[in-house]
């Protein structure tokens, strides 16, 4: 029978240092093949010495930690969280098995990953980006700094968030990342991103050509640049992006490959005066 | 403008902190520290030219402005491009002659940026290589039960890796790097087609970075809508961006509450239809990513 | 300018093709050909004045951007307003010297192209009422089982109705049309009250194309909304039409989606409500449209 | 028993010829009377040839197409396709005679017609005329050029898409357009097109006055247009185009009158004053 | 600029119709006359300078754009601001020879404007608190069953409430406050510390009255957002609010057809979502409004 | 049995009669203890003396309108034309007494007093005041001409509209003001509300700093206003908003305190330099 009174609780001081340990280590020992084993055992490892005094059953306890683990470190905070609690369910004798706790893992991490990645990675520091490359005109460093202070401020208090929250609420903290409320908000996240990367495109991407027509009496008869910002402004540089999203999500041409193409596409025009920087000499 | 030993080796230190599997953690190390925007303020105040500095940020960052990393796949690695990139194309600028805030000068920093990119993948690939041996040292301690030697070997050992693949090359290259590049100066004249292509191809490279970001977005034909939209604000309207984000959040609420009232349609309803679709990590698409 | 038997005659030709019960088809004869913007450029191309034919063809598409036709029922006939109107303004704003991009030359060929307007709808009655003839062929062939006939009658036949109703008019009011356009130069001074009254109808004449196509648009006041919105995007903010047409389509998709969401209250709630209601074809204000 | 290796079935060769003779005849022969009802019969000849080798079941198979039709030749397209699947069910035995041909024909005409006549010529075809005015500035031919090359791929794969819809799956391909999914579609485009025609007006037409009231110094108190801007910018024109939709709509007025109204309106303006186009002697 | 004492009579009149409590009704009195945009058009045509007067309601307008009195609470009464503040304020910016149309005046106005406003609820009270005797009197006549004399409790003798608490107090206090303000003129250098003092704050003066609005209807911080776009429109494309309010209404349009089809998850849904919460009179934060 | 023949009913004119008095009536004699109750019994007065020809039930009905009543005047014209209906049903014999009748004023008084405050004081004059602004510029009386003819029609008309939906549904009226189309409404109207008081904002008010800094050579190296523009166009005023937003709803700093701080705020900044109003000596 399990007494109330010894049941083990996490103090908040461990639960901090474990996350700071995630926070600051998720990724230091990746390779290939661990990739965030380790970053996780190093994290983990506060709440087992908190959980178990003795040795062996930490030694015990962090067999479960071993097996591979790689997710976005950023929204991957939540699993962290979780087993923290599952770790302190399974000190106060529930019956919890390191294979539970694998399986939730294991299941998890996937899904997490993904979002994760297009979220963050993918969205998020995009939007992020852009405006501080907004604030940046004339080698203002405006820009970097609301860049560094805003990102650190929320990827450090959204970390600890979710990972407190998954040492709350356990299994169901994740519900609110793939649910009905998580593909919501990610639909409008992602209504935000294309918007701002659209604007980010305007603003900081001009391609434009060079090419001028002349009459006979010498005079422009047309102004190809000109023509195209009267059917839309920016059109060429929308052109060029799209063809190298075409290239790159119809055609499976890699980034690589799609700039060395941009490369051809530029000699070939500077070739035949389309494009021309227009460089003092 | 030439760079000393020591200028050098506080890029390589950097260079550490922010390359992937970054000693400074994921969020500061390589999202804040990595980002060329902040490697332009960093080198920036490095090389005493704050104003260059951000100028090379800014064009190279338009260029990487979406680096997706699934599964630990590094197509192009951010210390490379902000730490011996920048550097270099602040040499190159300055030799040159161009005005650091023309469009010129932007274009020429990408055209570096790109051309060391790839050097970056290369040493990103060697650090995790190396760090596997680390890790057996980690098996070991967890098989003796030495749990307390886990954390030298998550946050210890690792900064040999980087101290041979990043410090390193890092200080190496914008070292002898700088020398190069103002050489070349002499090499390639302005008016020629090899200079005029490469300013060319640098005024597009970040359609590139954009269109990767779009691939993410984009999964049917309507998704391209709001692209186009923010588009024309900022190019039609002038607005910045800032603005633009501003306008977008009204949209964005107005989506949020559209998906959140297809209440009768079951939870797969939005969700199929919803902005960027959640994969799993490492199955997407992974070596085209920059 | 004037206008040669020739040039006449090939004005001619495309009448045929682009009337109403069109030689062409539909799609690319009354809607394509006949359409005064594509008109203008094919009667700039046969007169030798593109500009000017583009900009009449221009002037007078916007009085007709909305010639919905439902059951047959045609206000104002393409070929007339095409070919007959836009040549006769070509002439008559090269005669009175106008410059052919002012906006006076747009006006005077807006109320030109009224005044030939309903010329075309006699003319496509005429043309329907004599294919009455080729059908009676049609209805004996059916009976004598002599299908094969039916291809002619559909096809080779109708000619003969345009020749009458389309091909001679249009040769022969366009070529002595222009003649009379001419004389009127003298008869009518430009700071009259006739013509000051002429430019400011042709002025005004667009917004009742415009009007038609609200009252197919609007059902209730808030229709009005979206439709101001475009004005004051194009107005204030001096978006051009690709760049409304992006922002309207944000909105579209919004649309879209709030009535795909509208799960629970049966298909006639959401008909109810959007944009324009079907109706059976012809029983609405038929003879009302343009 | 129907033998399924003796089974009818249409090639495609012969749906395409089919589809084309509707495309190009639709209208041909129109009368007030019959209307595309020698149009339709024209389209299903290939197919009636085709599936009776018989001249005499061609011809009897022929007497469903005589009676009236009439409908938007466009979206039309979609009925001549279903009743090609009919006919071809028919010739394979299928119990479906002229009758419930004519039933299905006579039941779709009519929506189809109203619903085409407003998106097609009342939406679709006044936006590109809009996008393509935009593109004529300085009398280029742009924008006649770009109609034509849109419009035709739009309206030739459209109504083909359509006619082969039709033919696969029958009676069930009208759903999409008259089932919430075309209410749908509808309202997203009459959104696009209200806003385009307003961006037409605004762009296109420009109603102004010149009234101007001159203080006892001869100095201008009053520029009526520049006060009606500041209220509104274009707030003229809107009132005109209103006028005359009032007029139209609640008014029953026809736009022949309606012109004539404007006739009368434009001579009283410049009558008094408020209208002067402004023209050079 | 002086003020007479048939002038300061007619504004005296004016403040009983408007003042709360108010003899002309709430929709004609206080929602009309008492605004300071009508009460600047009614100071101007009585004080003989229409565009200084409206020039000054304009300005103060802005600071009580937002006039929510819930359960007769009354934190800044009309009278005192139309028609005592913008007398003061117009023989003020006259004594200081400002251009009435530059921001300076404006924001002289708006100081002197919410000085005066205190002034205002006081009288409020007092007209309410003498009320009671009227009602008094219609209670009495109530019990003897004197229904008739209802008619002149309501209408009738609160216009004794006012003759002492509106009219004369305010024919005081414009009459003699005119002469006083014209001598502040020399008392107070227009660069020194306080009169750029009071300046500035007049200019941020209407953001109380936007903050005391943004607190109606903000209940989330998604609820900013359209503020926000609302700001984006006006600041940064210039869109005048006539356009912008266009363009809020397909927002709007939008927002209603959202709420419309949130239709399975019952009443209370939308409700605590939607903009404005309704609360009960007098239970709201009472004593903060303006 | 009742009989049908004998049924009373309000004619229109004394249903009119008791709206104009509840429309310039419903506050003239206003005390904080009773507030609308004697506007509430003179619109009833005339009701009253219809239904009931005796004196002595008149004053018997009166009393059911001598308990307080306070409401929002526009909105709560409803509720007056609802009593007018109870009122004439009960003279009618049926059975309503005069607590039914306060238990219906006591139940609509509240939130339509809460809905009405905030949906006609805090939103539509608002945005009615906002545009009229927008017309006031160089000091014409249009913008206020407007709001007068406007508001009074609105208002007019819209009470008119309200009493006699009263007196025509009853109870039932309401539920278009407090239900889900209610609701739906409400929404609506505060996104019109937030738009243009933001528009407001940015149309009449600009907080700016004159802060700038010289450099060695007496060159300006930083406008500060210039750079806060670059961030977001008017970033001050909304800055000084929010901030007097954050003191009233988070601090619940009062509004005259709020005004206050902005003096000591003005004070200060003008002490160091941030404000100048830059007046002519
Ligand atoms: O894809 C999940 C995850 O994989 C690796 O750990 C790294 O590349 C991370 O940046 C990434 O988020
Ligand atoms: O209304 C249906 C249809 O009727 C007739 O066939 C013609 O007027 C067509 O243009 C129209 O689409
Ligand atoms: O709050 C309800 C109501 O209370 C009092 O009667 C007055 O202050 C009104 O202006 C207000 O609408």
């Known amino acids: 029978m399990e007494n109330t009174n010894n049941l083990k609780k996490l103090d908040k001081k461990t639960l901090t240092n474990s996350f700071h340990r995630w926070f600051w280590g998720a ?10 084993t380790f970053g996780y055992m190093a994290s983990m490892l506060p709440i087992l010495r908190k959980l178990y005094p003795e040795h062996k059953d930490q030694v ?10 790689n997710t976005n470190p950023m929204l991957g905070s939540v699993i962290v969280g979780i087993t923290a609690s599952m770790e302190q369910a399974r000190a106060n004798g529930k019956e919890i098995d390191g294979e539970t706790i694998n399986d939730m893992r294991a299941g998890l991490m996937g899904p997490i990953a993904g979002i994760g990645d297009s979220l963050i990675d993918g969205t998020l520091i995009p939007i992020l980006l852009g405006i501080s490359l907004g604030m940046s005109t004339g080698g203002s460093p405006l820009g970097a700094i609301f860049y560094i202070v805003a990102w650190i401020l929320i990827a450090y208090f959204g970390q600890r968030f979710l990972y ?13 990342l793939v649910g009905k409320q998580g593909a919501a908000v990610r639909r409008a996240i992602s209504i935000v991103g294309s918007m701002v990367v659209g604007g980010v495109l305007a603003s900081w991407v001009n391609v434009t050509t060079s090419l001028k027509l002349y009459g006979s009496n010498g005079k422009v008869f047309l102004n190809l640049q000109d023509k195209l910002n009267s059917i839309f402004p920016g059109l060429l540089t929308v052109v060029v992006t799209l063809f190298c999203w075409w290239l790159m999500t119809k055609r499976h041409v890699s980034a690589i490959w799609t700039m060395l193409i941009l490369v051809v596409i530029s000699f070939i025009g500077v070739l035949v005066g389309f494009f021309n920087p227009g460089l003092s000499y | 403008m030439t760079i000393s030993w020591i200028q050098a080796a506080i890029l390589g230190l950097f260079a550490c902190l922010c390359s992937n599997s970054c000693m400074a953690g994921q969020a500061v190390g390589n999202y804040t520290i990595g980002r060329p925007l902040v490697g332009g303020l960093v080198c920036g105040i490095v090389l005493g030219n704050l104003k260059l500095g951000i100028a090379c940020g800014v064009a190279m960052q338009l260029v990487y402005i979406a680096l997706v990393t699934p599964g630990g796949t590094v197509s192009a690695d951010v210390r490379a491009i902000s730490y011996i ?4 194309a602040m040499v190159a600028i300055t030799s040159q002659g161009l005005n650091p805030l023309a469009g010129s000068a932007a274009n020429l920093a990408k055209s570096i940026g790109t051309l060391v990119g790839t050097v970056g993948t290369v040493l990103y690939y060697a650090v995790a290589t190396m760090n596997l041996v680390w890790q057996s ?3 070991k301690d967890v098989h003796k039960g030495k749990l307390d030697k886990l954390t030298a070997v998550n946050f210890g050992w690792p900064w040999i890796s980087h101290a041979i693949f990043s410090f390193l090359p890092t200080m190496i290259l914008t070292y002898y790097g700088a020398t190069a590049v103002t050489a070349l100066r002499n090499a390639l004249p302005m008016d020629g087609i090899a200079m005029k292509t490469l300013f060319t191809v640098g005024g597009m490279l970040p359609c590139v970075g954009i269109a990767i970001l779009l691939r993410q977005i984009v999964n049917h034909a309507a998704d391209f809508i709001p692209f186009f939209v923010g588009f024309t604000l900022a190019a039609s309207l002038h607005l910045n961006l800032v603005s633009v984000t501003v306008v977008s ?3 964005a609420v107005i989506m949020y509450e559209v998906e959140m009232s297809k209440g009768s349609q079951g939870p797969q309803g939005p969700q199929g239809k919803s902005g960027p679709v959640p994969e799993a990590a490492g199955t997407d698409s992974e070596e085209e990513d920059i």
Chains 1, 4, 6 share one sequence.
């Open chain 2, 85 to 88: 990139g920048i550097p270099l």
């Open chain 1, 60 to 69: 015990k306890a962090i067999k479960a930690y071993t097996a591979f683990f």
């Open chain 2, 137 to 139: 040292f980690g098996w």
């Open chain 1, 27 to 36: 990724l230091t020992c990746f390779s290939q093949e661990h990739m965030q």
């Open chain 2, 249 to 251: 959040l009204l949209f």
């Open chain 1, 164 to 176: 407190f929250r998954g040492y709350k609420f356990g299994d169901q903290a994740v519900s609110f």
